[in-house]
């Protein structure tokens, strides 16, 4: 399995953008290329209405598609990094409210949520949603009052003048510079790294962090592990094996119910394709070719297990991506969550002479002025959608003190 394929076919589903994939070689895929005149093009072809993209990457279909484009304007009243649900939800009430708003996602809109196949828990939808499906949906929202999101393109930096009532440079990845009165960071989480000898490797042939949500109708009938013991890991189980792939679900703790909700969890042990093993970690991985062939794996009690495989899933839970704070001046916790608010005050790091106001910060204000931070990112935060969505609805509503402090008005 390409990488490069496995990445095209992961934009396309976390897009939640519908599309079919044929195997090159078969009658399928033949007839669609020689009917459009593409037999001999580069694969992989993506086929879009009266449009083709040979050779087709992210990039190459995202700037196809009108994206890729920088910034429309100089100065924004808020700027919005990250596409995760607090992040849109920031962006929704931000531009309905009258703000000048741009939200900035190295990635595709949803963070986390967009690898969720379906979120049952979310308030107001009994019947569920999809995490890619409600981030499209609350990406289109934000459009609608006015925000500009600026997609596939992180921002990799920001400069201050040394003035707390001046506004803030951020450069894009593409570097573009905006300037922005108020930032929130909502920058999630990336996922957490396992330390597998040849794992690097492999990744991308066939083993993959995620929940592989796109791979799961390409793995019927196929045998696949799945690492973890998370909501995460809980909906990737039940997605392959819905799709008749027999699933080993490797599982650290000794119980599900420490990590994973109840009705995922029911739905699991009753299901006849998937074998869970508790207080099993992964110890090897190996490779025929470039790809992966079996796995190790170790039991609390030492016994170690062989079995081969068609795919590994790692849904091993994610660590705060904060790298970026220790150059910009952002406390953290030990963990790596930004401090905000009160905890932030509470932080024995936290000098009083950097502090450059009388008042207190904000609720969810950082270390530094008019910078705020809301979601997973957040120190405290509840690991939910529905709390993300109301912390960055939150920062929206304090985003007008900040201005008027910076004598902004609308």
Known sequence: MDAEHYRLRD?????????????AGTPEADGLLGSLGLTDATLPVLVD???????????????GWGGLRPPRQAHYDFVVIGAGPAGLAAAVYAASDGLSTLVADRDVPGGQASYTSMIENFFGF??????????????????????????????????????HDEPVELTLEDGSRVTASVVLAATGMDWRRLEVDGIDELLGHGVYYGA??????????????????????????????????????????????????????????????????????????????????????????????????DGVFLCIGGSPHTEWCSREHVLTDSAGYILTGQDRLADERFPGDCWLL??????????????????DVRHGSTKRVAAAVGEGSMVAALVFSRLAELGVTL
Not at 362 to 375: D, H, K, N
């Open 212 to 309: 592989g949500r796109s791979e799961a109708a390409q793995c019927a009938g196929q045998k696949v592990v799945v690492v973890g013991a998370g909501n995460s890991a809980g909906q990737a189980v039940l997605n392959f094996a819905n799709a008749t792939a027999h699933v080993t679900m490797l599982v650290r703790g000794d119980r599900l119910e420490k990590s994973m909700s109840a009705y995922l969890i029911e739905r699991i042990r009753r299901h006849s394709l998937i074998d869970v093993h508790l207080e099993t970690q992964l110890t090897d991985l190996h490779a025929n070719g470039d790809a992966v062939a079996a796995v190790t794996f170790a039991h609390a009690g030492g016994k170690a297990e062989t079995e081969p495989v």
């Open 11 to 23: 934009f396309l589903t976390r897009s939640a953008q519908p599309y079919e994939w044929h195997e």
């Open 49 to 63: 209405g009266e449009h083709a993209y040979a050779a087709a990457t992210v990039e190459t279909v995202a700037r």
């Open 358 to 375: 009388e008042r207190d910060p904000l609720p969810l204000e950082t270390s530094r002025v008019g910078l705020f931070a809301a979601g």
């Open 126 to 163: 009994p019947e569920g949603i999809g995490g890619a499906e409600l981030a499209r949906l609350a990406g289109r929202q934000a459009e609608g009052f006015g925000a500009e999101l600026v997609l596939l393109r992180g921002v990799e930096g920001s400069r201050l003048t040394g003035h």
